[in-house]
């Protein structure tokens, strides 16, 4: 007979950090390279703040903010994020709605309507999941849990450079100052705040490459024998 897998046996590699510090890269990179699933924390805040822009819903009541985040029609698939059908990936990358999310992230209802849709990525062979408290909050027994940084100047230019990729005018100065500003909400809040986990390894990738973070990553991982890997 074959029975299902627990979720708790899938197993999970945890990438918290502020904003910009990379995680959503090298996440992507990890789950690439191990041939997993993978979950960007970041994007369902961000979706649910755009959400509620567009449906004209009051931002600063948290019930109806988390009535929003429990009913998002979200499809992920290849890179692409459709909400309501309408593809937002860029949009939700808007430093405007990045805002709201930090905002919105504060309030408890919404952070619970959250949480089973985040958990429903667990699934073999494995999750690589980003965010502020994947290691903390959502999945507290990952086998790995990486806290990366990057001091807050890295960080501002990376995020001009990927925006202007994008073709998102940026300033660097005042992305420095929204940046420190949604680091000390995303700290300072009572729920789920931006800490290290408990056993959580932090990586500073202010000097380092993106490939030399994910080598770093994927270090971690095969020393830790790779559960999942062929026996
Ligand atoms: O990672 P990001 O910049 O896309 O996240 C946008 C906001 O969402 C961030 O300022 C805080 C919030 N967030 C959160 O509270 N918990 C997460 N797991 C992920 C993001």
Redesign the pocket.
């Given at each position: 007979m074959i029975t299902p897998t627990a979720q708790s046996q899938v197993p999970v590699i945890t990438i918290?950090g502020p904003?910009?510090s990379g995680?959503?890269t090298v996440a992507g990179r990890v789950a690439k390279a191990l041939g997993w699933h993978m979950l960007?924390?970041?994007?369902?805040?961000?979706l649910t703040a755009l959400a509620t822009q567009q449906q004209g819903v009051d931002s600063d009541n948290p019930q109806s903010v988390a009535d929003v985040a429990e009913n998002l029609d979200v499809v992920f698939s290849d890179g692409t994020i459709l909400l309501a059908g309408q593809d937002v990936t860029d949009l939700i990358r808007h430093e405007s709605v990045?805002s709201l999310?930090?905002k919105i992230?504060t309030y408890g209802p919404v952070?619970q309507s959250l949480l089973a849709r985040q958990r429903a990525f667990r699934c073999l062979p494995g999750l690589v999941a980003?965010?502020?408290?994947?290691g903390t909050i959502?999945f507290p027994d990952a086998p790995l849990k990486i806290f990366l940084v990057a001091d807050a100047l890295s960080r501002a230019k990376r995020r001009c450079k990927q925006l202007s990729q994008k073709g998102i005018s940026a300033n660097l100065t005042s992305l420095l100052e929204d940046m420190l500003e949604?680091d000390k909400?995303?700290r300072d809040r009572a729920l789920?705040p931006l800490v290290a986990a408990p056993g959580a390894v932090t990586i500073d990738s202010s000097a380092l490459t993106i490939d030399e973070t994910v080598n770093k990553v994927l270090g971690l991982w095969s020393g830790k024998g790779d559960p999942s890997g062929p026996m």
């Open positions: 918290d904003t910009a995680k959503g960007d924390s970041g994007a369902l805040y961000r990045g999310a930090s992230a952070r980003d965010g502020r408290d994947m959502v949604r909400r995303d789920a």
